[in-house]
């Protein structure tokens, strides 16, 4: 008989009776009513998405009149600074314990302060001087994003919570990614009609977000009230935030999974930004915002047909084999893109049904997989990090989609780009290479790095059983490398010794051994030295080019912005390791004890004995 998964309580009401009747939840369907509640968020937060990715650039570049140097400046801080958060609220939601959950009462906070940044965002006052505007982009930018991460990380770490069956989370995430289909395509639509109702892009934008915020707060109120939390779940014992961070890091299918999304995310950022440039000066179509909006809804309407049988593919085939035929469907479409030119107007659009019919797949086998991963971590970890590894997925992906948000709009203006004429064959080159080649060869090297992921379905059933064995205080067999893992707590060594040991390398645990505890002090310092380091030369960089930016965009200030802010980012990071570093200099652990970590920290990384 199949091992059960023990819980204190159901994820939510519903499920009692069917728990009961089958013992467990290994295999239990998560029913439609909490699918539907939880997925439907995103409808407004996909629709919100959209004027940001398509619209906000160009809007503030032509129509606002803000210079281009100033707006990829602007986006590169305030991506930047969103990447910061993102670990942050990770570790927040996961260590929170209230009466209403972990992730409830942040998504309850965050949805209608970002409702309301999202709002000011795009209504920018008329007369303000370029420097003003641009200073009202950033910092409204900068709030949304903020409150944007309050919400979004509890929410997408609640997920995985709610069912450890392997193909109903993929039906649950489909459902959820449904919902972000139809939000973007009303997010692609709804702009311009609203432009045409009422008289303009300001107040267009304007009354689409107040429609789609006000939307956003109704949706994440009703998934709060709908769907309760697993006690078993938010009362555990959260773990520390670097230890943590390392431990993900130490999860080699976790490992590959993040290789494989920053590497495709290096190009994000350049279809939704440069869309309309690509519409506007390179197919040169007449009325190009009705033709964008063609052209998006379009793109997701052919996702949105297409889900369902995606989402079968999946449970027959399986997520890998899925995964890498997606793959391959949007690297032809975007190589295609880069040979189209003026006039190309509906093979453009035949590409973009093309590439769009595998839209929506992507996005619900990403969290189903991600879910898997973390089941792995559980078998080692004896933890539920949803947040925590979604957080730091987040942040390497935020922080190398950065350049793609910001360069193109560099280069543009280095080129010699002017808003509303017609654009020197350079520029239009420029667009076009842009817009088709670069995401293509980025999307072929992520495609290459997936092909070692490791976990298929009798995998992770597997993982589940040695979970359950862990639960019962027995032994389990790790079926990536078929290593022994005994329990947490039944390893040798303290649980909460080996959280903190997680604080330092394997390599400066070594150089404890051989050197003293004293070691790790100066590792750590050197280390949020260097990062500080870093940060500084980065924002140095940035001050000292700001009065460059109205007429001579340097490309080199959009690039310190990314080394100022991740270099920030690991001086927080080695900040909270050189007060372990004090502990452990100040309280020696025995030496067995730390062997007995580099021991238990090699076999979790796949590592042989040294």
Same mark, same amino acid.
């Given at each position: 008989?199949?091992?059960?998964?023990?819980?204190?309580?159901?994820?939510?009401?519903?499920?009692?009776?069917?728990?009961?009747?089958?013992?467990?939840?290994?295999?239990?369907?998560?029913?439609?009513?909490?699918?539907?509640?939880?997925?439907?968020? $995103?409808?407004?937060?996909?629709?919100?998405?959209?004027?940001?990715?398509?619209?906000?650039?160009?809007?503030?570049?032509?129509?606002?009149?803000?210079? +281009?140097?100033?707006?990829?400046?602007?986006?590169?801080?305030?991506?930047?600074? /969103?990447?910061?958060?993102?670990?942050?609220?990770?570790?927040?939601?996961?260590?929170?314990?209230?009466?209403?959950?972990?992730?409830?009462?942040?998504?309850?906070?965050?949805?209608?302060?970002?409702?309301?940044?999202?709002? +000011?965002? !795009?209504?920018?006052?008329?007369?303000?001087?370029?420097?003003?505007?641009?200073?009202?982009?950033?910092?409204?930018?900068?709030?949304?994003?903020?409150?944007?991460?309050?919400?979004?990380?509890?929410?997408?770490?609640?997920?995985? #919570?709610?069912?450890? /069956?392997?193909?109903?989370?993929?039906?649950?995430?489909?459902?959820? #990614?449904?919902?972000?289909?139809?939000?973007?395509?009303?997010?692609?639509?709804?702009?311009?009609?609203?432009?045409? %109702?009422?008289?303009?892009?300001?107040?267009?934008?304007?009354?689409?977000?107040?429609?789609?915020?006000?939307?956003?707060?109704?949706?994440?109120?009703?998934?709060?009230?709908?769907?309760?939390?697993?006690?078993?779940?938010?009362?555990?014992?959260?773990?520390?935030?670097?230890?943590?961070?390392?431990?993900?890091?130490? $999860?080699?299918?976790?490992?590959?999974?993040?290789?494989?999304?920053?590497?495709?995310?290096?190009?994000?950022?350049?279809?939704?930004?440069?869309?309309?440039?690509?519409?506007?000066?390179? %197919?040169?179509?007449?009325?190009?915002?009705?033709?964008?909006?063609?052209?998006?809804?379009?793109? !997701?309407?052919?996702?949105?047909?297409? %889900?369902?049988?995606?989402?079968?593919?999946? @449970?027959?085939?399986?997520?890998?084999?899925?995964?890498?035929?997606?793959? +391959?469907?949007?690297?032809?479409?975007?190589?295609?893109?880069?040979?189209?030119?003026?006039?190309?107007?509906?093979?453009?659009?035949?590409?973009?049904?093309?590439?769009?019919?595998? !839209?929506?797949?992507?996005?619900? &086998?990403?969290?189903?997989?991600?879910? /898997?991963?973390?089941?792995?971590?559980?078998?080692?970890?004896?933890?539920?990090?949803?947040?925590?590894?979604?957080?730091?997925?987040?942040?390497?992906?935020?922080?190398?989609?950065?350049?793609?948000?910001?360069?193109?709009?560099?280069?543009?203006?280095?080129?010699?780009?002017?808003? $509303?004429?017609?654009?020197?064959?350079?520029?239009?080159?420029?667009?076009?290479?842009? !817009?088709?080649?670069?995401?293509?060869?980025?999307?072929?090297?992520?495609?290459?790095?997936? &092909?070692?992921?490791?976990?298929?379905?009798?995998?992770?059933?597997?993982?589940?059983?040695?979970?359950?064995?862990?639960?019962?205080?027995?032994?389990?067999?790790?079926?990536?490398?078929?290593?022994?893992?005994?329990?947490?707590? #039944?390893?040798?060594?303290?649980?909460?010794?080996?959280?903190?040991?997680?604080?330092?390398?394997?390599?400066?645990?070594?150089?404890?051994?051989?050197?003293?505890?004293?070691?790790?002090?100066?590792?750590?310092?050197?280390?949020?030295?260097?990062?500080?380091?870093?940060?500084?030369?980065?924002? *140095?960089?940035?001050?000292? $080019?700001?009065?460059?930016?109205? /007429?001579?965009?340097?490309?080199?200030?959009?690039?310190?912005?990314?080394?100022?802010?991740?270099?920030?980012?690991?001086?927080?990071?080695?900040?909270?390791?050189? @007060?372990?570093?004090?502990?452990?200099?100040?309280?020696?652990?025995?030496?067995?004890?730390?062997?007995?970590?580099?021991?238990?920290?090699?076999?979790?990384?796949?590592?042989?004995? *040294?």
């Amino acid at each position: 008989m199949e091992p059960q998964l023990a819980t204190d309580s159901p994820p939510h009401p519903e499920l009692a009776d069917v728990i009961e009747a089958r013992g467990g939840v290994h295999d239990v369907k998560v029913p439609l009513a909490i699918k539907l509640a939880y997925g439907m968020p $995103n409808f407004a937060g996909a629709g919100m998405a959209i004027p940001i990715a398509i619209h906000m650039n160009i809007f503030y570049s032509d129509v606002v009149l803000v210079p +281009l140097g100033y707006i990829a400046l602007a986006v590169a801080l305030a991506r930047s600074f /969103d990447a910061i958060t993102d670990p942050l609220m990770g570790w927040i939601s996961d260590r929170t314990q209230t009466r209403w959950g972990r992730r409830r009462p942040w998504m309850l906070i965050g949805a209608p302060l970002a409702a309301l940044a999202f709002v +000011l965002l !795009f209504s920018p006052p008329e007369g303000m001087s370029q420097t003003a505007a641009a200073g009202w982009f950033t910092s409204t930018f900068v709030l949304y994003f903020l409150f944007h991460t309050v919400y979004v990380i509890p929410h997408y770490g609640l997920g995985p #919570e709610l069912t450890p /069956d392997y193909h109903e989370r993929s039906s649950l995430f489909a459902v959820m #990614e449904g919902f972000s289909v139809l939000g973007t395509m009303c997010g692609a639509a709804v702009p311009y009609l609203f432009f045409q %109702l009422y008289g303009g892009q300001r107040a267009g934008l304007t009354a689409f977000a107040i429609t789609f915020g006000t939307i956003l707060v109704v949706l994440y109120a009703w998934q709060c009230y709908r769907i309760q939390e697993r006690p078993d779940f938010y009362q555990r014992r959260p773990n520390p935030l670097v230890p943590g961070v390392r431990r993900v890091l130490r $999860n080699r299918p976790a490992v590959i999974l993040l290789a494989t999304y920053v590497v495709g995310s290096i190009t994000g950022a350049i279809p939704g930004l440069m869309m309309p440039y690509f519409t506007t000066y390179v %197919l040169r179509v007449e009325n190009p915002a009705a033709w964008i909006m063609i052209y998006l809804v379009s793109y !997701f309407g052919s996702g949105l047909v297409t %889900l369902p049988l995606w989402l079968r593919a999946a @449970r027959r085939f399986g997520k890998y084999p899925i995964y890498l035929v997606t793959a +391959l469907f949007g690297i032809s479409a975007s190589l295609s893109l880069f040979f189209m030119g003026e006039g190309d107007v509906w093979p453009t659009f035949a590409i973009l049904i093309w590439a769009g019919s595998v !839209f929506g797949v992507r996005l619900f &086998l990403g969290p189903s997989i991600q879910a /898997d991963v973390i089941d792995y971590d559980e078998l080692y970890s004896g933890k539920r990090r949803e947040a925590q590894y979604g957080a730091l997925w987040s942040v390497m992906i935020k922080f190398v989609v950065i350049p793609s948000a910001a360069i193109p709009l560099a280069v543009m203006a280095q080129l010699g780009y002017q808003p $509303n004429v017609e654009q020197s064959e350079a520029v239009q080159f420029a667009i076009s290479a842009i !817009f088709g080649l670069a995401p293509a060869a980025f999307g072929l090297s992520s495609l290459l790095v997936f &092909l070692a992921f490791p976990i298929r379905e009798h995998v992770h059933r597997a993982i589940l059983q040695g979970i359950e064995a862990h639960k019962r205080g027995e032994p389990a067999v790790d079926p990536l490398n078929g290593r022994t893992v005994p329990p947490p707590s #039944e390893r040798g060594i303290d649980e909460d010794d080996g959280w903190f040991l997680d604080h330092f390398s394997q390599g400066e645990l070594r150089r404890v051994l051989r050197s003293g505890p004293g070691s790790a002090l100066r590792s750590a310092a050197l280390a949020a030295l260097g990062s500080l380091g870093l940060s500084i030369l980065g924002f *140095s960089v940035v001050g000292a $080019n700001l009065g460059d930016l109205h /007429d001579r965009p340097a490309l080199i200030t959009t690039l310190a912005v990314v080394l100022g802010g991740f270099g920030f980012t690991a001086f927080v990071f080695h900040a909270i390791r050189i @007060r372990a570093a004090y502990r452990l200099r100040q309280r020696p652990l025995p030496r067995a004890t730390l062997e007995t970590h580099l021991r238990v920290t090699r076999a979790f990384a796949g590592q042989t004995e *040294s």
